[in-house]
């Protein structure tokens, strides 16, 4: 981002196999420096324990950085959907 310069992104897929949260953590500390506006971030969110309980924290923390909830698909096979939130000042 920083070596092309790049202003805008349409969307950051995220799937990190139940570290999403840290992956967050690590983007939210690097984009307040980028000046590089996300306009979608996309989460594949599994339906058991571990999953449950960081996906209040990645809710949590996507709010605070003004992304709000927009879609669920639901995958066809197993028990895991995939969540865009979209960022509310774009």
Known sequence: IINHNIQNIDIVKIDVEGHELDCLK???VSYANLKCDIKYIQIEEHQD??????????????????????????????????????NTLL
Do not use: P
């Open 26 to 28: 690590g983007l939210f």
């Open 49 to 86: 324990d571990m999953y449950r309980k960081n996906s209040i924290e990645i809710t949590e923390l996507l709010s605070r950085n003004n992304f709000t909830e927009c879609k669920r698909i639901k995958h066809y096979v197993g028990e895991f959907e995939e969540v865009i939130f979209k």
